[in-house]
C-alpha cells in the first residue's frame, strides 16, 4: 500500500487553478486500491488540528499559525503531523505551493524515509515576466537585466529562482503540467531526466446538462441579441486583462451590442478603472461565481475567453470548450501547448515584445471578430477536436495512471 499524503493551502486554493485540480485529481487517486490519499489542509477554516473521513480518503485539517506563515514553521507543523503520520518507505508526500524550501527540508528531517514530489503549477518569473521565457533567459542564463525590467524584478526574479532551485533539488520527482514549463525546467532551470516528469492536468466535465442559450440569458437578464464574451478567472496582469479591456472597448465601435461579462474578485478589477470607464457599459461583473455555476453563465455567451500572457493550465478555457463555446486565446506558455489556430480555438498571438499592449490589444480584437463571425460548421469542428482532447489526453484518468506510474517509481 502507498501512502499519499497531498499538502494544500486550503485558503489560496479555493481561488485558484490548484483547488480545481485537488478536486479532480484527489477522487480519481482515491478509487485506486493500492494508493491510501490523505488531504493535509493547511490554513484550513479550523480552530484545531483534526481528522475526518473524506469520499477519497481522508483530511488531516490544521489551523491557521503565525498568521498563516506555514512554509517558516514547518517544524511546528510536522510536530502537529506526527500524530496522525508514521513515517515510511511507502510514504509520499506531495507539495504544489512554492516557495516551499524550508518548509521540505522540516519535512525531510522529520520523515527521512518518506518520498517528496513537487508540482510546478507555476513559477515566480511567470507573472513579472508575462511568461516571457526569452526576458527569463536573459536573466538566469546570462545574467543581464532586460532594459524593459526593473533593477527591483530582476533582483527578485533571481531570488525566487535560488528558491525554486532548493526545492527541486530536495525532492525525490518535479512534475510539469505542460511541456512549455518542462522545457523551461530542462534548459534554465537544469533539471536533469530522470527527476523530471511532464503530467497534463486532467479535467472532469460538469455534471450539470447543457442549459439553452436563450434561457440561460432570459435567467440572467441578457437580451437574445446581445453579443456575449465571458472572461473567467483572478483579474491580475498576466491574466491579459487590460488588453482585453482596450480590445472589447473598441469592438464596441462596430459592434453596440457587444458586452464581455467578466466573472473574478470586483476589487481587483478596480485596478483598470481608467480602462473600463470609457465603456463601462460594455461590461458586465459578476464577481467571484462558485464554480458549480459557471455553466449557467458560459451557456448565456456567444464568446470564452482566456487572454492569459501565462497559464499554467488553463481550467476555464477547458470548461467554456467542454461547454461547446468557441473560446479565443493567448499563444502564452502553457494555453501554446493546448490550442491551436483553427484547430480548437481562435489564438491570438502576443507578440515577441509583451510589453506591446496596445499590439496584443488589436490580436485579441481580431481573434474574436474570428470567433463571433464563425459559422456553426466552424464552432463544431473546434468542439469536437476540444472534446477528443479532453477525452484523452487531458482526462482525469489518464493524469490519475500517470501519477500512479510515479508514485510506483519511486517506491
Given at each position: 500500500?502507498?501512502?499519499?499524503?497531498?499538502?494544500?493551502?486550503?485558503?489560496?486554493?479555493?481561488?485558484?487553478?490548484?483547488?480545481?485540480?485537488?478536486?479532480?485529481?484527489?477522487?480519481?487517486?482515491?478509487?485506486?486500491?493500492?494508493?491510501?490519499?490523505?488531504?493535509?489542509?493547511?490554513?484550513?477554516?479550523?480552530?484545531?488540528?483534526?481528522?475526518?473521513?473524506?469520499?477519497?480518503?481522508?483530511?488531516?485539517?490544521?489551523?491557521?499559525?503565525?498568521?498563516?506563515?506555514?512554509?517558516?514553521?514547518?517544524?511546528?507543523?510536522?510536530?502537529?503531523?506526527?500524530?496522525?503520520?508514521?513515517?515510511?518507505?511507502?510514504?509520499?508526500?506531495?507539495?504544489?505551493?512554492?516557495?516551499?524550501?524550508?518548509?521540505?527540508?522540516?519535512?525531510?528531517?522529520?520523515?527521512?524515509?518518506?518520498?517528496?514530489?513537487?508540482?510546478?503549477?507555476?513559477?515566480?518569473?511567470?507573472?513579472?515576466?508575462?511568461?516571457?521565457?526569452?526576458?527569463?533567459?536573459?536573466?538566469?542564463?546570462?545574467?543581464?537585466?532586460?532594459?524593459?525590467?526593473?533593477?527591483?524584478?530582476?533582483?527578485n526574479i533571481k531570488?525566487?529562482?535560488?528558491?525554486?532551485?532548493?526545492?527541486?533539488?530536495?525532492?525525490?520527482?518535479?512534475?510539469?503540467?505542460?511541456?512549455?514549463?518542462?522545457?523551461?525546467?530542462?534548459?534554465?532551470?537544469?533539471?536533469?531526466?530522470?527527476?523530471?516528469?511532464?503530467?497534463?492536468?486532467?479535467?472532469?466535465?460538469?455534471?450539470?446538462k447543457k442549459i439553452?442559450?436563450?434561457?440561460?440569458?432570459?435567467?440572467?437578464?441578457?437580451?437574445?441579441?446581445?453579443?456575449?464574451?465571458?472572461?473567467?478567472?483572478?483579474?491580475?496582469?498576466?491574466?491579459?486583462?487590460?488588453?482585453?479591456?482596450?480590445?472589447?472597448?473598441?469592438?464596441?465601435?462596430?459592434?453596440?451590442?457587444?458586452?464581455?461579462?467578466?466573472?473574478?474578485?470586483?476589487?481587483?478589477?478596480?485596478?483598470?478603472?481608467?480602462?473600463?470607464?470609457?465603456?463601462?457599459s460594455a461590461f458586465?461583473?459578476?464577481?467571484?461565481?462558485?464554480?458549480?455555476?459557471?455553466?449557467?453563465?458560459?451557456?448565456?455567451?456567444?464568446?470564452?475567453?482566456?487572454?492569459?500572457?501565462?497559464?499554467?493550465?488553463?481550467?476555464?478555457?477547458?470548461?467554456?470548450?467542454?461547454?461547446?463555446?468557441?473560446?479565443?486565446?493567448?499563444?502564452?506558455?502553457?494555453?501554446?501547448?493546448?490550442?491551436?489556430?483553427?484547430?480548437?480555438?481562435?489564438?491570438?498571438?502576443?507578440?515577441?515584445?509583451?510589453?506591446?499592449?496596445?499590439?496584443?490589444?488589436?490580436?485579441?480584437?481580431?481573434?474574436?471578430?474570428?470567433?463571433?463571425?464563425?459559422?456553426?460548421?466552424?464552432?463544431?469542428?473546434?468542439?469536437?477536436?476540444?472534446?477528443?482532447?479532453?477525452?484523452?489526453?487531458?482526462?482525469?484518468?489518464?493524469?490519475?495512471?500517470?501519477?500512479?506510474?510515479?508514485?510506483?517509481?519511486?517506491?
Amino acid at each position: 500500500m502507498i501512502n499519499l499524503f497531498f499538502f494544500d493551502e486550503y485558503n489560496s486554493s479555493i481561488q485558484n487553478g490548484i483547488g480545481t485540480y485537488r478536486d479532480i485529481l484527489l477522487p480519481a487517486l482515491g478509487e485506486i486500491n493500492s494508493l491510501s490519499v490523505t488531504l493535509i489542509s493547511l490554513n484550513s477554516f479550523t480552530s484545531k488540528d483534526s481528522e475526518s473521513e473524506r469520499s477519497f480518503g481522508h483530511e488531516i485539517a490544521l489551523p491557521y499559525i503565525h498568521d498563516g506563515d506555514w512554509r517558516g514553521h514547518g517544524a511546528e507543523i510536522c510536530d502537529m503531523l506526527k500524530k496522525y503520520i508514521t513515517d515510511s518507505p511507502c510514504n509520499i508526500f506531495m507539495l504544489n505551493h512554492s516557495p516551499a524550501a524550508d518548509f521540505i527540508k522540516n519535512l525531510k528531517e522529520n520523515y527521512p524515509k518518506s518520498k517528496l514530489i513537487f508540482t510546478v503549477h507555476d513559477q515566480g518569473w511567470c507573472a513579472a515576466l508575462l511568461g516571457s521565457r526569452s526576458l527569463l533567459e536573459e536573466i538566469i542564463l546570462k545574467d543581464k537585466r532586460p532594459e524593459k525590467v526593473s533593477e527591483n524584478t530582476f533582483n527578485n526574479i533571481k531570488i525566487y529562482h535560488k528558491s525554486e532551485l532548493d526545492i527541486y533539488n530536495l525532492v525525490d520527482k518535479v512534475i510539469s503540467i505542460s511541456p512549455f514549463m518542462d522545457n523551461v525546467m530542462k534548459d534554465i532551470y537544469q533539471i536533469s531526466t530522470d527527476k523530471r516528469v511532464m503530467i497534463y492536468n486532467g479535467f472532469t466535465p460538469f455534471k450539470t446538462k447543457k442549459i439553452r442559450q436563450a434561457t440561460a440569458r432570459r435567467l440572467l437578464g441578457f437580451g437574445a441579441d446581445e453579443e456575449l464574451l465571458i472572461f473567467a478567472g483572478r483579474p491580475v496582469r498576466h491574466k491579459g486583462v487590460a488588453p482585453l479591456i482596450m480590445a472589447v472597448s473598441e469592438l464596441r465601435r462596430t459592434r453596440p451590442n457587444l458586452r464581455c461579462i467578466m466573472c473574478g474578485n470586483m476589487q481587483t478589477f478596480a485596478n483598470y478603472d481608467n480602462l473600463i470607464r470609457p465603456q463601462a457599459s460594455a461590461f458586465v461583473f459578476t464577481g467571484q461565481v462558485p464554480r458549480d455555476e459557471l455553466p449557467l453563465w458560459y451557456a448565456a455567451a456567444d464568446v470564452g475567453v482566456m487572454p492569459s500572457y501565462s497559464e499554467p493550465f488553463g481550467y476555464s478555457a477547458i470548461e467554456m470548450a467542454d461547454r461547446g463555446l468557441p473560446i479565443v486565446v493567448s499563444d502564452g506558455s502553457a494555453l501554446g501547448d493546448i490550442y491551436h489556430d483553427n484547430e480548437n480555438a481562435f489564438v491570438a498571438p502576443i507578440g515577441t515584445d509583451v510589453t506591446k499592449r496596445a499590439l496584443y490589444a488589436q490580436s485579441i480584437k481580431e481573434a474574436i471578430t474570428r470567433a463571433l463571425d464563425s459559422s456553426s460548421y466552424i464552432r463544431r469542428r473546434l468542439y469536437r477536436k476540444n472534446k477528443e482532447y479532453i477525452n484523452t489526453r487531458y482526462s482525469a484518468a489518464a493524469m490519475c495512471d500517470s501519477y500512479l506510474g510515479v508514485f510506483q517509481s519511486l517506491m
